[in-house]
Structures are given as C-alpha cells and as structure tokens.
C-alpha cells in the first residue's frame, strides 16, 4: 500500500473498526490504489455507508495533495450530498470545503444553487415526510420508551399533553411547569397510546429533517471559503437570505444554530469598509441591518446553544462593523447592547464569559454612559425576558441585569422610575417561578431596585414584595432563603420604623418552630419505644442535589414547607438584622432564643444538616453585633451543642461549627474560651484542638436543601 497520511490512516482504521473484521480484498486493492477511478467507484458503493465515508475522506485527502482530478471529487460529492447516513454527508462537507479552496466559482455554480434546493425542500416537510423518515431509520418502541412514556403520563407530575393527529403520526408538544417542550430521555423520540390502543410514533422536533441540518453546514463552508468576493460577484441575493430567515426561525434547534453560524459567516463576508464605492455596499448595509436585529433575536433563544452561535454572530458583526457608518453604530447600541449586555449574567458559564469579553471590547469605558442613554430599550427587553423566556437561564440573567441597572448605573432616575413599579411586579411574580435560581436573583434584584427608589417604591415595598420575601424565607432551597433573608434586612434598614418590629417578631416565630416540632417529636417516639417510618420519611425522603444538577424537575411551589425550614429561614434573618440593628435589638431574648434553637439541633435527623449549619455559620456577625459582654453571658449552652457538632457526621455542619469553634477562641481570647470548655468537659479543648476549620475542608460532599 502506498504509504498513507494521517488522516487517510485514521478514515481507514474507522473503517475496518465499523466493520468488525478485515476488508474485502476488492475494497482494500481499491483504497491501496487511491486512483481517480477507485475512489470514484468508492464513494458509490451501493450497500455500505463507511466505505462511502472513508473514500470521501481519501477524496480530499488526495484533492489537497493535486493526486486527484477535481472532477473526480466533484462526482463524489454530488453523489453523496444527500445521502442517509449523516455521518457520510459530513465527510461531504469536508470535501466540498476543499473544492472550494481549489475553485471558488466553479464549485459554487456547482453546489451552490443543489444545496439551495435540498435545504429548500426539506425545511417545510410536514408531519407525515417527517413521521416517515423516522420510521424509516429504525425508530420502533423499546422497553425504554414504554418506561418514559408511563414517566411522562404520571398524572403527578404538572405536565399538560397536546396531540396533534395525522394518518399515522402525531406531533407532541410536552408542555412543563417551566413552559419547556418536553420529550422523553432520549430527546430522539417518543411514543404514546392513543384512545384508539395504537401505537402511534410522536415525531420530536430535531428528528426528521433529512439532510436540512447538513445542506446548510455545506452552504456555510461554501460563503467562509469564497470570503467577501461571494457578495461582490453577485452570489448573495435576495432568495438566499430569504432561506436563512426560515432557518433561523425554524423549529429545530440544530438547525437555528447552524443559521446562526450562517449569520456569523455573512457578518465577515460583508464587511463594508470605509471609503469603499462599490455597487453593492448599499445592498450589504442593507443585509449587515438584518443581521444585527437576526443576531439580537437569537441571543434570546430558548435553547442555550443557539443562544452561545448567536453571540459568536453578533461578536463577528462588532469585529468588523465600520466606524465611518454612524447607522451601524446606532445598530450596535440599540439592538445588540441590550441582549449583550443581559447575557453576561447568563447562567451557563461559556455564554457568559465570551458575553462579558464581548461586552467589554465593545464598551471598554462607556458601558454605563450607553446602557443610560438607551436605558428605555434595556428595561424592555429585561421585561420581557423576565415575563415570557421558557429559559429559566434567561430569566433568571434579565433579574440580575435589571439589580444591575438599578445599582450601578447613574443619570437614568427619571426614565427607571416610570418603569420602577412593573419593574418590581415582574420581580414579586418572579417569586413563585418554578426555577430557585430565578427567585434567588429576583430576591437579590428586588433589594437593589428598592435601595434606588426607596420613596417611590415603599406603598409596594412594605406590602406586595416583603409578604414574598417572607414567602421565600421558607423556601425547599437555602439559596432562595438567603436571599430572602438579606432583602429582608436591606427593606427593614429603609423602613425600619414600618418592618423592623414585624421582621423581628417573624424571626423569632420561625425559630421556634422546629424546637417545637422536634421536641414533641422526640417524646413520641420515646414514648412509643420506636421512632415511626412514616414520621421519618418526613425529614428523610427529600430530594437530593448535586453539582450536576442546576434544579430538579419538580415544581417547588407544590412542595410543602417543613418547620426546620422556617427555623433555618428565621435564623437568617436574625442574623441581617442583629447586623443592621445592633443598638435597636435587645440581645438578652434573641440570645435565648438562639439557645433553644441550638439545643433542640440533637433532636433533628439529617434533614436539619441545613438549618445545623445555618445556625453555627450565624454566630459569628451575630456575637460582633452585640459585642462580647452581651454574648458571653450565652455563650456555655452553646459550648456542649458545638462540640456535640464538631465530632457528628454531618460534614458541612460540623465545618460550621469547627469554624465558629476557632472564632470565638480569637474573640473571646483563648484563656477565657480554653476555661469555659474545660469548665462544661476537660475533653472539649482537646477535640477542639484536634478538628480545627481545615480538617474539614476539601472532601466531597453531597448535601440536602
């Protein structure tokens, strides 16, 4: 065999691993010869899709190295455009991209105009084309499919079905308590039992397409390699960009990425510069004017990945956008800043980083000074993002930009007030969504709008939005809770003659509630000589979270509230308070108050791990609001419930209170502190001083809300 480069050595090994044994002899002479003729014959090769592959990949190969005719690669790709298998039309592109580096016009004026028509006649196919092309490929029901068919239909879950029928197929949409489209976990396809006991195929929204997706990739490669030459020799025109529209408002979310890769290519095709008097400059404004608003619409997406190709779209429009066109330079300001500037905060951490480089080499100073004078167009895409994105990443990003425009940008009072109520509305609604992380950031967004507009928004404050604070004071998650707690205190220092006496009197009330609750707990099941599964099952059957999880698929405003929530709800915001009122708060009943709580913390089970830690974490900016002498009269009940926690098996609470251990040993001094633990246990210095905050540290651990 004559000796093989990289990537031919590679196709080949592919080959005989799909496969599963050697070669015929006929196929291996063939790929030895690499002649014009074997690969022609190759790459129309009838029954297997992996020679076809492989002989596209020798076909280029041997186009870069001038071994093979550019007609003979041509053939090859006419002949496997459309083929079947996807895998085969990719290694299409790759030669087609080839071509084109070796003739432009020709390879255009070839393909061009057939990539136009295949993705002109499969965006629109309907239901039946699509049903079909499905069945065709293999999709039967499995045993898996009737497993996630019986999940999707559990009349538990608040999900809504809507069935759409055909001859033999039917499009599905799976309607979440988050408004997402929902299918079963493949994401391929699913099935369901109609009325009539048939089994009818639900065709999902990314399967059926055909060769739509990969048409447009080689449309794509087509424009990058012809570079700005492709719309001044006319090869850019109206049906053209016509059919990128449809792609980019089609239903399949593959596809809108891929026409927004398209948008990203078309920005630095029509690059008009400066000074430049060609016929066809007014015609690439006009088309670098609907890529900028194309560009803005896709920074909106529902679908996170559409949403990361749109912004490497609009980052190729700011890179090569004109500085003599002042149109443009509006363009950049009023439509794209705003989406740009709200995707920083996204959720996904690629989007937001390449967001916040983006944002910083177009606004390198001026940030403030844009977003103030086009203030009116931020608050209205924040609002509507916050009311009408099935994202919960971009609604969750619109709540932080608008705490951001509150905080943080100056001159725009007179233009956010008018907005400032539906502002705060839209927040207090945001309390009751389905995703904690949005009711977290509508918690902190909420605070911050307020501390702008304190007179304006205190009818509103100290009504509609503590009540959902108070609301999120109790939520399944400690996040939401924080938050909460924090907003609280920022509206108890702004209207502290209206809510500190109601805060306070809400705190103490929550804290009790699960000493109360344990303690009669405790007594029941000592009384009954056995503790009770279904009393267990209360505090242990909760949902678990992990890294790999950003929320569980469940609707936390169906979950009901248990008590050590409250408690843990209630500490927090003691601890905003004592911080904020330290010369207003009388310590000596929130000091006994506090004790209760860390007593009643041997009651709890592993559900209390949250509310232990909490409460550990607290003590500290508690104790320096009210000074040593005041806390050091509280400070032996503690001693006992704090070492009980260091020695526990609950990791983080036992970091917690490790931590406070080590505080109050620097604060109180270590004399004092060494005497009073001696004084409860001659044994609790030592255990203090074996487990300090660092012992803890660094272990993995997987932790209930």
């Known amino acids: 065999m004559t000796q093989l480069n990289k990537a031919e050595a590679e196709a080949l090994r592919t080959l005989k691993l799909r496969n599963g044994g050697p070669l015929e002899p006929e196929v291996e002479s063939a790929f030895a010869s690499r002649s014009d003729e074997a690969i022609s014959r190759l790459s129309k090769h009838e029954t297997s899709w992996p020679v076809r592959a492989a002989a596209l990949v020798f076909a280029r190969e041997g186009l870069k190295e001038s071994r093979l005719k550019y007609e003979t690669c041509s053939e090859a790709c006419l002949d496997n455009i459309e083929h079947e298998e996807v895998r085969t039309r990719l290694e299409t592109i790759g030669l087609l991209e080839e071509l084109c580096a070796k003739d432009k016009d020709t390879t ?24 079909e092309e499905a069945e065709r490929k293999g999709m039967r029901e499995t045993k898996q499919d009737a497993e996630d068919r019986e999940v999707i239909l559990d009349p538990r ?29 493949s994401g391929a396809s699913a099935r369901i039992r109609l009325d009539s006991g048939a089994v009818v195929l639900m065709v999902h929204e990314t399967v059926g397409w055909k060769a739509l997706e990969t048409s447009l990739k080689g449309l794509d490669r087509l424009v990058r390699g012809f570079g700005p030459d492709f719309v001044s020799k006319g090869y850019l ?77 609009a980052k190729a429009l700011l890179e090569t956008r004109n500085s003599a066109w002042k149109e443009e330079a509006l363009l950049v300001e009023s439509v794209l800043a705003p989406v740009l500037c709200m995707n920083r905060h996204y959720s996904a951490e690629g989007l937001r980083v390449v967001a916040q480089d983006v944002w910083r080499a177009t606004f390198p100073t001026d940030g403030p000074k844009v977003i103030a004078r086009h203030s009116e167009g931020f608050i209205n895409v924040y609002l509507a993002e916050m ?42 609604a945001r309390f009751h969504d ?42 399944p998650v400690w996040s939401v809770r924080d938050e909460a707690a924090i907003a609280l205190g920022v509206l108890g220092q702004l209207y502290s003659d209206v809510l500190l006496p109601t805060l306070m009197k809400t705190a103490q009330e929550w804290m009790s509630k699960a000493r109360l609750h344990d303690e ?14 279904t009393e267990t099952s209360t505090h242990e059957n909760l949902m678990m979270f992990s890294c790999c999880s950003a929320e ?11 008590d050590w929530q409250y408690s843990d709800g209630g500490v927090r915001l003691l601890r905003e308070l004592a911080v904020r009122f330290p010369a207003q708060i009388e310590p000596s009943p929130v000091m006994t108050e506090y004790e209760k709580v860390i007593e009643a913390l041997r009651y709890h089970t592993a559900s209390g791990s949250s509310l232990e830690e909490t409460t550990w974490a607290s003590v500290e900016p508690v104790a320096k ?58 044994s609790y210095w030592q255990i203090a001083e074996a487990n300090p905050p660092q012992s803890f540290e660094g272990g993995a651990v997987s932790f209930r809300v």
């Not at 105009?113 to 039946?128: G, R």
């Not at 990443?393 to 008018?418: H, P, Q």
């Not at 009669?520 to 000592?526: D, P, Y």
């Open 387 to 428: 009311k009408t994105s099935k994202d919960d990443g971009a609604r969750e990003a619109a709540c932080y930009a608008v705490g951001e425009l509150a905080s943080k940008v100056a001159g725009i009072d007179d233009v956010v007030s008018s907005y400032a109520e539906e502002i705060l509305d839209c927040l207090i």
């Open 157 to 185: 879950l608040p999900i809504e079905l809507e069935v759409t029928k055909t001859q033999r197929y039917s499009a599905v949409n799976f309607s979440d308590y988050r408004g997402r489209v929902r299918a079963n976990s």
């Open 625 to 682: 609001a009210f000074g040593k002498r005041p806390f050091k009269r509280h400070l032996d009940p503690m001693i006992t419930p704090m070492i009980e926690a260091i020695k526990g098996r609950r990791h983080k609470a036992a970091h917690a209170a490790a931590t406070t251990c080590q505080f109050l040993r620097e604060w109180v001094g270590e004399g004092v502190f060494r005497a009073r633990l001696e004084s409860c246990d001659p």
């Open 237 to 313: 025109t109206k049906e053209l960009i016509d059919l990128f529209d449809q792609v980019l408002a089609h239903e399949n979310r593959f596809v809108r990425e891929v026409g927004y890769q398209l948008v990203e290519t078309l920005a630095r095709v029509t690059f008009v510069k400066g000074g430049d008097k060609e016929d066809s400059v007014g015609f690439r404004e006009q088309v670098r004017v609907e890529l900028y608003h194309s560009a803005a619409e896709g920074m909106c997406d529902k679908c996170a990945q559409v949403r990361f190709a749109a912004l490497l779209a």
């Open 108 to 131: 255009w004026k070839s393909f061009g105009h057939a990539l136009f028509d295949v993705a002109k006649k499969n965006i629109d196919l309907d239901l039946e084309a699509r049903g």
């Open 520 to 533: 009669t707990h405790f007594k029941e099941c000592n009384h009954h000589h056995h503790h009770s599964k």
């Open 434 to 475: 389905a995703s904690w992380s949005v009711r977290a950031a509508a918690c902190n967004s909420s605070a911050l709008l307020v501390q702008r507009f304190a007179q304006l928004l205190k009818d509103a404050a100290t009504k509609g939005l503590v009540d959902g604070l108070v609301e999120c004071l109790s939520d």
């Open 552 to 562: 569980a698929n469940i609707d936390f405003s169906q979950l009901k509230r248990s």
